[in-house]
């Protein structure tokens, strides 16, 4: 399917006039005809960046750990600066002069494309994508992703509030909160809750605010792997990897296990007129 997509791609890019189409069958043309658009890539610099700068860095971690010192050293020269010098601070590395031939450099670069995608598995170009809604994700910064999923748990957050009457417990929680949440949360207090969900008893973890957050934000990383979990494989993909690797494994396993239409259709939702309120 994935070849399919691709070579559709080619043909909608390079063969405007459709001539090619005569050389296939009826059956293949069918094929092409029943595949979903494309997605709009609002960022024409997203295409020209390798999946190397596109990945966070910390999903090389691993791979550059089974290398010696001066040998990871130089797989460093093939990250952008930021991520260069945070990998050689976390790996305890060296800086080296950058003296090698491109040819090297992509021998490099294909050993760190490996270390993220199996030779058996295929991942479709951002350009390739199925359109989707959710795919709005993917033009966030890492920075606003986060907040996004931090911002979901206020969902969970507004219904743990009908139960707590303790005004020194509620005065506490709100301490925990940032002002944006809290802008967010009083939006959304009086909305009827859309499905039902366990309680949380979120009065157990007030005493600590290191803990409270913790929960937090695994409560928003929940909710945000029910909604993907309707999405391509390669959208889940790029989410997980444009986020740290902890966060992404989290998010793979757990939008692999949870299978539920109707509520992933809701936090999508949710999640849309998020982005729009971090977008303004």
Known sequence: MNKNRIFKKFLDKYDKEKTLLKYLSDDEVAKLNTLSPFYKVPDPKMLKESIIDQVHYSWFIPMLNIYSKQEASLFLLCFKPYNRKALKDILDLEDIENTLQPYTKDFLKEKLTQSL?????????????????????????????????????MYDIAKELKFIVDKKKLKKLYSYLKSDEKTFLKSILNKKEAFESKRINIEKYILEKSKFRRILHSLGLIRFSIALSKESIDLIWYVCHYLDIGRGNYIFKNSKNKKADEISDIIRDEILQIIQILEE
């Open 117 to 153: 995608i199996k030779k058996e598995d295929s991942l479709l170009p951002i350009d390739c994508l199925k359109a989707s809604k959710l795919n709005e994700i993917l033009s966030l910064s890492k920075t606003k992703i986060i907040k996004l999923i931090d911002f979901l748990a």
